[in-house]
């Protein structure tokens, strides 16, 4: 069910200032209390996953010295992580990808878009001698061939034919043979554009990207553009943004599944709930009462184009 953050602000937080909830009966004997600072557009989250849940609540917004919630809730650090969604994510990547048991004689290649350009200054002094490849708008796909050695190759096709125009040569090109993998740092807008070309021509090649890469994306079918592309998320997270037909955008729907697991931390903290085996959204791992911040445990998947054509 959906509730319009104009009719939920309006009926429900005249009364969420006391901190009271409707009077429905619930069969969750649990009780949570959230007070907290945050935007419209994630109360409106909150208190839409609130009111789906069957246990009792009460909320409190915009209550001085009460925890701060970012409005960019994926590259914000949530209460009780370590790090953002993001952060996490492109360390799990890092670990992936500058593997130390990796052929040393193959570089990374790493594709970076105006955007990213400090993030991709940071990876390039903890890792110098990878091949670092600054990409705009301006005669991308060229630029592209160029530094995957592609143009040499059409060169190369072009002068044997100079020699003879009447012959027939079937000509795949081949790409450089020293580019072990491919690190995307690109927005959605740019993404659905280069990665396509780039897969054309290093086919062979595993890829990888954070989440970013299909952040504005409004229709989790728009990831067939980024096919074989290596993301670390769980096919769990898929199959729930799979299951809302209409949404606003990908990042959106990983925005509500940060607060569900949020309010179900707070949950467990304040019924003592450490026992029962609750499974956040974004990692593996259980919840424990260790007085240390969570680091998320990640997963790898592979985006498959057959999965998404199967969605209605």
């Known amino acids: 069910m959906k509730f319009s953050l104009t ?6 937080m005249l009364f969420l200032a006391s901190c009271s909830t409707s009077p429905v009966k619930k069969t969750d004997s649990t009780f949570l209390n959230i007070k907290l600072q945050t935007s419209n557009k994630n109360k409106e989250i909150i208190l839409e996953h609130l009111l ?16 701060k919630l970012n409005n960019n ?12 969604f993001i952060q996490d994510q492109n360390m799990h990547l890092e670990t992936l990808i500058f593997d130390s048991t990796r052929n040393n004689k193959k570089k990374i290649l790493i594709i970076y878009s105006k955007n990213y350009e400090k993030d991709a200054s940071k990876i390039r002094n903890k890792y110098p001698n990878e091949l670092y490849f600054y990409l705009d708008r301006e005669d991308y796909e ?5 530094i995957l050695g592609v143009n040499n190759s059409f060169n190369k096709n072009t002068q044997v034919l100079s020699f003879d125009k009447s012959l027939k040569i079937e000509h795949s090109p081949r790409i450089r043979n020293d580019i072990s993998k491919i690190y995307y740092l690109l927005d959605y807008d740019f993404g659905k554009t280069v990665v396509p070309i780039v897969r054309n021509y290093a086919f062979e090649i595993d890829s990888y990207s954070s989440s970013e890469i299909f952040h504005d994306a409004s229709n989790i ?4 553009d980024f096919e074989n592309l290596y993301i670390p998320l769980s096919d769990e997270i898929l199959e729930k943004i799979k299951k809302n037909k209409n949404i606003k955008s990908i990042e959106n729907e990983l925005e509500k599944l940060l607060i569900e697991d949020l309010v179900l931390i707070e949950k467990i ?12 959204n974004t990692s593996t791992q259980r919840i424990q009462n260790n007085n240390k911040c969570i680091k998320r445990n990640l997963s790898i998947l592979r985006i498959s184009s057959n999965e998404l054509s199967s969605l209605p």
């Open 7 to 12: 009719l939920i602000l309006s009926s429900l």
């Open 52 to 67: 789906e849940q069957d246990f009792n609540f009460s909320v409190e917004f915009n209550i001085e010295n009460s925890y």
């Open 73 to 84: 809730i994926v590259s914000s650090n949530l209460k009780y992580f370590c790090n953002s």
């Open 142 to 146: 060229y630029r592209i061939r160029e």
């Open 221 to 224: 079918k728009k990831l067939v």
């Open 269 to 280: 903290y304040q019924n003592n709930l450490f026992r029962k085996n609750l499974m956040l």
